[in-house]
């Protein structure tokens, strides 16, 4: 079978560990289903910091998924890293037999914002109540926002392109723009997407200069983007991992093909400037749609980056139509993270995973706890809307100023 020109990027797998489910299955069920699972912060040591309201992952056992000399090594963010790339991997039929064949075939990228923060607040308690001698040697290693992209590849013996994106929030998004473009190139499969754990109290307290963040006590009035009553944002753990190959190469061995990364495109507008944001955006949705060769008209379905501060929804309402013309207030948004919660790095890659299921399901998830819409939106809220979407459109911001777009298109199933 003769290959395409050029390569295009196909999503063959999907793993997720969220608040909603620590399987795509049960993440995907409740998603549709608009099922809020965002609740008082329960983490010991979290009690009296203004945080209240978070996304949390109560039903994941890291033993039962990760062998002991990679837990003992390794923060949260990271075992939640690995064991979504296994599900990824075993969602696209990619075991270990097939993947030892050929190492260097395979590449690992992710993005993280937050980093080791819970195996970082235990070492420095140990070093400040016992001493030097009490803290181990991967405290060098395991906070490192890096981590997971190395420990991913080490276990599994890929030895392909490697890298980390730093790009706050949008690095999600990034991350899979870059296994785009490495298949793109030539290699054969990469192991992409972001997770984080910034519950730990440590990581908390990081959070607490950040304007946006949300100290609202009610779970069902702590997330409300787009509406009056807008408050903010609250964190969330958890995230997903892709598995990103050459279609044609899906093809031959008889994979799915989910969907294709069609485009991608990013730029800044400076932290917290969320008015700028707005021209930053825009043209990071025109500069998406112009790689992937579609028109405004053709996008069914926006997954919205929400961050729930008025300044800023109002920037992405108007960026939308700015780069969307008249189909902007026409074509569907939704925003299934107001049920767990915005992952920061890994809230994207959980809405393009979202964006895949919802194409494959023809349903557009909506957005909870969001009722009395003030923007120029046809925002999807209380339940799914039944439709056939072919092409979504992911956005995401940053706190520290990085816009990114991300379109899909449906893939066309199996070889067969």
């Not at 490697?162 to 499969?189: P, Q």
Request: aromatic share 6%; charged share 20%; with cysteine.
């Amino acid at each position: 079978m003769s290959e395409p020109h050029p390569r295009r990027a196909a999503v063959t797998g999907i793993g997720v560990v969220a608040p909603n489910g620590t399987s795509t299955e049960t993440f995907w069920k409740s998603t549709r289903e608009g099922i809020s699972v965002l609740d008082r912060v329960a983490r010991e040591g979290c009690e009296h910091l203004p945080l209240r309201v978070a996304g949390q992952i109560r039903d994941f056992d890291p033993p039962s998924a990760i062998e002991e000399r990679y837990l003992v090594q390794t923060d949260r963010f990271t075992h939640f890293a690995m064991a979504a790339a296994d599900l990824a991997l075993d969602d696209a039929g990619l075991d270990r037999p097939a993947t030892d064949a050929a190492p260097f075939s395979v590449g690992v990228v992710t993005a993280a914002g937050s980093g080791g923060g819970e195996f970082g607040q235990r070492e420095l308690q140990q070093l400040w109540s016992k001493g030097s001698r009490f803290v181990g040697p991967y405290q060098s290693i395991a906070w490192f926002y890096a981590a997971s992209t190395g420990q991913i590849s080490i276990r599994r013996g890929f030895k392909g392109p490697c890298g980390v994106i730093a790009s706050d929030e949008a690095g999600g998004l990034d991350a899979l723009a870059h296994a785009a473009r490495a298949v793109r190139r030539g290699t054969d499969v990469m192991v992409a997407g972001a997770t984080e754990a910034p519950l730990a109290p440590y990581s908390v307290v990081c959070q607490l200069g950040y304007g946006e963040l949300s100290t609202v006590e009610d779970p069902e009035r702590a997330y409300r983007p787009f509406t009056a009553a807008a408050c903010g944002f609250v964190p969330a753990e958890g995230g997903a991992m892709l598995v990103v190959e050459a279609e044609a190469a899906a093809r031959e061995r008889g994979a799915p093909v989910r969907a294709v990364l069609a485009g991608h495109a990013a730029t800044f507008t400076g932290a917290s400037r969320w008015e700028q944001s707005r021209e930053g955006l825009a043209e990071a949705i025109r500069g998406a749609l112009r790689e992937a060769g579609c028109a405004p008209e053709e996008i069914d379905v926006v997954f919205a980056d929400a961050l729930g501060v008025p300044e800023a929804d109002r920037a992405e309402a108007l960026a939308i139509a700015d780069a969307l013309g008249t189909h902007g207030t026409r074509v569907p948004v939704t925003a299934p993270k107001t049920a767990i919660g915005r992952g920061y790095g890994a809230a994207p890659v959980l809405d393009a995973a979202a964006a895949v299921l919802a194409m494959e399901h023809g349903v557009i998830p909506p957005t909870p706890n969001v009722f009395d819409i003030c923007h120029d939106l046809d925002l999807v809220t209380t339940r799914a809307r039944a439709a056939e979407p072919r092409t979504a459109l992911v956005l995401s911001r940053g706190l520290m100023g990085s816009n990114s777009a991300l379109v899909l298109r449906l893939g066309a199933g199996d070889a067969s």
